[in-house]
């Protein structure tokens, strides 16, 4: 088991494009959640995904939106890009409610 | 409001010596506290919850609901200690979402 996976590792874009990153959760895994690490900061919650369903969010604006396919993968989609968005995006994914958050490696953003 | 605070952002030992990592958290519920790690060039993986009540690679940490903390301590640390290390809390509801502190650098000098 290859354990979480995020893709791609690397990505640049300028301001006011969209951008797709991707996660694939461990294997028996049903549950995502997405957060966000600044430099020099703690990741912060940005939404969780469960039944394809977003179940909570956190304080990020309408410009973050997700989805979770029916193999439990799931994106991030961040529209109309700004500059305070270039971060390390992080996935996790969990087996059930209040179970040990796995990680994945991260998806580095950099807007220009 | 749901807070974390790690009051030092490095801390620097040397091998042999006690660490404490200090982490201090605000929360109305009942909390879930984690230890998590984050080695040089590697993802982010959980060190230890304090439901567990185990001990980690030697570290360990004791919630205190009155001092609302849950320090990280190992009595001899070792230069492959050497980490990121963020303290996280958890118990939101219906959601495991997790409240990271801002993280403490531990620094392991030979």
């Known amino acids: 088991d290859a354990g979480v996976t995020q893709s791609p590792t690397h990505l640049i874009k300028t301001r006011g494009q969209q951008v797709t990153l991707r996660c694939s959760p461990k294997s028996g895994h049903d549950t995502v959640s997405w957060y966000q690490q600044a430099l020099g900061q703690g990741p912060q919650f940005i939404f969780q995904?469960?039944?394809?369903?977003?179940?909570q969010r956190g304080n990020f604006p309408d410009r973050f939106s997700g989805h979770q396919f029916p193999n439990y993968s799931s994106e991030l989609n961040v529209n109309a890009l700004l500059l305070g968005d270039s971060a390390l995006y992080l996935c996790a994914s969990s087996s059930s409610r209040r179970e040990t958050q796995y990680f994945g490696p991260g998806t580095r953003l950099l807007v220009l | 409001a749901q807070r974390v605070t790690q009051p030092e952002k490095l801390l620097s030992v040397f091998k042999g010596a006690p660490v404490e990592l200090k982490c201090n958290y605000s929360?109305?519920?009942?909390?879930?506290l984690f230890w998590y790690v984050q080695y040089s060039r590697q993802r982010l993986q959980l060190l230890l919850r304090?439901?567990s009540r185990e001990s980690i690679k030697g570290f360990t940490a004791d919630l205190n609901k009155g001092e609302t903390s849950f320090h990280l301590k190992k009595p001899f640390a070792q230069e492959e200690d050497s980490a990121m290390y963020y303290c996280a809390l958890g118990g939101n509801g219906n959601t495991d979402k997790l409240i990271f502190g801002t993280g403490t650098r531990l620094q392991v000098f030979p």
């Open positions: 304090h439901i």
């Open positions: 929360y109305s519920g009942s909390p879930e």
């Open positions: 995904y469960y039944e394809e369903e977003e179940r």
